[in-house]
């Protein structure tokens, strides 16, 4: 019997329409986080499906399911730092300098923390996706190199805008631990390749009922 796949898109268009609407926020950061959230749920569905395969697959899921949950908080985590950082530059106008500061500060400080725990998190998703597509179960190993290229892309992003919310020619110690956890996700994903087991069943085949997905 044939059976139509269940919704699951409700929350995920209302996100999107939010991000192209003429809003400020949500925006680069919050997509960023949005790319983690989803490549972490890509680990966390491949190392549940490679606990046959490779002893260190229940761990990897493990992490991956606390890093899909922090992805998830990161999403409005980055709205809420922009939206707050805003309101603290309209109610320090006219101020003092020292005022001013003491106003602004707690609030530039958020705009770069919460990017800056985008990256980290996106580099040590993709760092288990690496693990799992070399380890784990060889059907799901074009889910984990996904995985892998979502959150190496989403480490860039986060830096980058880590560095829009840093002054011009900053020499923030932040900013250079982001591109490094940026580069070294880039690196860890590039070699990996989609292929399956030679002469393997295709990505259907892989995905059906006599598969071992359970």
């Known amino acids: 019997m044939h059976r139509t796949p269940q919704k699951r898109t409700g929350s995920l268009n209302s996100f999107l329409s939010a991000l192209a609407s003429d809003r400020p926020v949500p925006a680069g950061g919050s997509a960023a986080a949005a790319a983690v959230a989803m490549a972490a749920g890509l680990v966390e569905k491949s190392a549940r499906l490679s606990t046959a395969q490779w002893i260190g697959a229940s761990n990897v899921g493990k992490r991956a399911a606390v890093l899909r949950k922090l ?6 985590a980055d709205a809420t730092a922009y939206t707050d950082y805003v309101k603290a530059l309209r109610s320090a106008r006219g101020l003092h300098t020292a005022e001013r500061e003491r106003i602004l500060a707690p609030a530039r400080e958020r705009i770069v923390e919460v990017p800056l725990t985008i990256t980290r998190a996106a580099a040590e998703v993709a760092e288990l996706a690496v693990m799992i597509a070399m380890h784990g179960n060889p059907n799901l190993r074009s889910d984990a190199t996904v995985a892998a290229h979502l959150a190496a892309a989403a480490a860039q992003s986060a830096a980058t805008t880590l ?16 591109r490094s956890l940026a580069s070294e996700a880039s690196a860890r994903a590039r070699p990996l390749h989609a292929r399956g087991r030679a002469g393997g069943r295709g990505r259907g085949r892989a995905r059906s009922r006599g598969s071992g997905r359970r």
């Not at 560095?163 to 982001?178: C, H, I, M, Q, V």
Request: hydrophobic share 65%.
């Open 71 to 76: 992805a998830a908080i990161l999403v409005d």
């Open 163 to 178: 560095a829009a919310n840093l002054p011009a020619a900053s020499d923030d110690a932040r900013l250079a631990e982001a």
